[in-house]
T-cell receptor, first 117, second 116 residues
């Protein structure tokens, strides 16, 4: 069974540009979440989507946006890039978004490493 | 408030040594879940274990073992006879009873280097 696929794996942008990252979850998984990982801040939650609806959003500016499609694939977009947006962006999928049996196990992709010059 | 502390930022040991990664958590929930994830150089976080707060039994999986102690709010991870392939960043995480991905609290991670 294929894992979580993120594209592109590496990209370099300049300040002011915008970027779109893609995530294909494990087949059957309806929940997709995004994280930003930087050396200084660790893993920070960006968004969570379930059945095309954004369920939760982390404490990030409006330049960060995302969406989920009917096939559960998700994209995130960062507009007007800043140097501080350089990070590894990780996508994770899980079977359900919200559960009363504790958090689902997340399956992560390998990430998209964004460098902003 | 929930919090996960991994005080060890980096650990370096020689191959075949045993190594323990510490994880201390804070929560007011009586039902909660603890996780360990491994992040190898390839980038993806790999799930290792999930333990609920009512199950204090220690767990062993091959060279890996986990020691859950509610009395000290700790969920430590030990690798026995470490190997170079164990080199990675390890994250401890905590979630409450009614959770989604947004509610998972990750520790800051411990970078483990195994020297040949």
């Amino acid at each position: 069974k294929a894992g979580v696929t993120q594209t592109p794996r590496y990209l370099i942008k300049t300040r002011g540009q915008q970027v779109t990252l893609s995530c294909s979850p494990i087949s059957g998984h309806r929940s997709v979440s995004w994280y930003q990982q930087t050396p200084g801040q660790g893993l920070q939650f960006l968004f969570e989507y379930f059945s095309e609806t954004q369920r939760n959003k982390g404490n990030f500016p409006g330049r960060f946006s995302g969406r989920q499609f009917s096939n559960s694939r998700s994209e995130m977009n960062v507009s007007t890039l800043e140097l501080g947006d350089s990070a590894l962006y990780l996508c994770a999928s899980s079977l359900e978004g919200f559960t009363t049996s504790g958090a689902n196990v997340l399956t992560f992709g390998a990430g998209s490493r964004l460098t902003v010059l | 408030a929930q919090k996960v502390t991994q005080a060890q930022t980096e650990i370096s040991v020689v191959e075949k040594e045993d190594v323990t990664l510490d994880c201390v958590y804070e929560t007011r929930d009586t039902t909660y879940y603890l996780f360990w994830y491994k992040q190898p150089p390839s980038g993806e976080l790999v799930f290792l274990i999930r333990r609920n707060s009512f199950d204090e039994q220690n767990e062993i999986s091959g060279r890996y073992s986990w020691n859950f102690q509610k009395s000290t709010s700790s969920f430590n991870f030990t690798i026995t006879a470490s190997q170079v392939v164990d080199s990675a960043v390890y994250f401890c995480a905590l979630s409450g009873p009614y959770s989604s991905a947004s509610k998972i609290i990750f520790g800051s991670g411990t970078r483990l280097s195994i020297r040949p």
